[in-house]
């Protein structure tokens, strides 16, 4: 059973305002991804880590910012959220050299108004 | 167009009836992850496979990977209530582990 968590579960907020969405696992997993999911729809890999002060973009363009300061811990942050940002975050942790299991956090549903 | 095919986009099963669902790429895949997702929450993992013509399954669960390493197909017996939600392939086809993703099946189970 996979121990990754974020917050918060929901979020309801205001063109322009600053949000940061938080994943946490205890895991000790290097590996820490996060994912942008619409319904109906693939998941889109939007930033990923491969350890502390690690941090790249994925495929998907994304007006985001990731922090990748302590190995358990990979906030997520939009300095002005719009309503074109509503969607499901997903946040994931892996570890292992040869293969690629993730573990997926329960999710943060966003919708920006 | 993607380049991980889930078929069907929604299936709708009796209770107790079996069923497939299909992962298909068009490059070879070097893993093959199914994982099931419940509406609006996160992904549970439940099967990798990795080689050619490998089969695993975990309760009413099986998963197979052909021998070319291009489709899975996970398949479900006797169908019950609890599968139903939404399943999910991911794959990793160029061994750099980021994974792509099917748009998944909704499984709907008719009681």
């Known amino acids: 059973e996979a121990d990754i968590y974020q917050t918060p579960r929901y979020l309801v907020i205001g063109t322009g305002k600053k949000i940061t969405l938080e994943c946490s696992q205890t895991m000790g997993h290097d590996k820490m991804y996060w994912y942008q999911q619409d319904p109906g729809m693939e998941l889109h890999l939007i930033h990923y880590?491969?350890?502390?002060?690690?941090?790249e973009k994925g495929d998907l363009s994304s007006e985001s910012t990731v922090s990748r300061i302590r190995t358990e811990h990979f906030p997520l942050t939009l300095e002005s959220a719009r309503p074109s940002h509503t969607s499901q975050y997903l946040c994931?942790?892996?570890?292992?050299?040869?293969?690629?299991?993730?573990?997926f956090g329960p999710g943060t549903r966003l919708l920006v108004l | 167009s993607q380049e991980l095919e889930q078929s069907p986009q929604s299936l709708i099963v009796q209770e107790g009836k079996n069923l497939t669902i299909n992962c298909t790429s068009s490059?070879?895949?070097?893993?093959l992850y199914w994982y099931k997702q419940k509406y609006g929450e996160g992904l549970i993992f439940l099967m990798m496979?990795?080689?050619g013509g490998e089969e695993k399954s975990h309760e009413k669960i099986t998963a197979k990977l052909d021998e070319k390493k291009q489709q899975s197909s996970l398949h479900i017996t006797a169908s019950q209530p609890s599968h139903a939600g939404i399943y999910l392939c991911?794959?990793?086809?160029?061994?750099?582990?980021?994974?792509?993703w099917g748009a998944g099946t909704k499984l709907i189970i008719k009681p």
């Open positions: 880590s491969y350890g502390v002060n690690s941090t």
């Open positions: 991911g794959a990793d086809i160029a061994s750099n582990y980021q994974l792509i």
């Open positions: 496979l990795q080689k």
């Open positions: 490059k070879t895949l070097y893993g």
């Open positions: 994931a942790s892996a570890q292992g050299a040869n293969q690629e299991t993730q573990y």
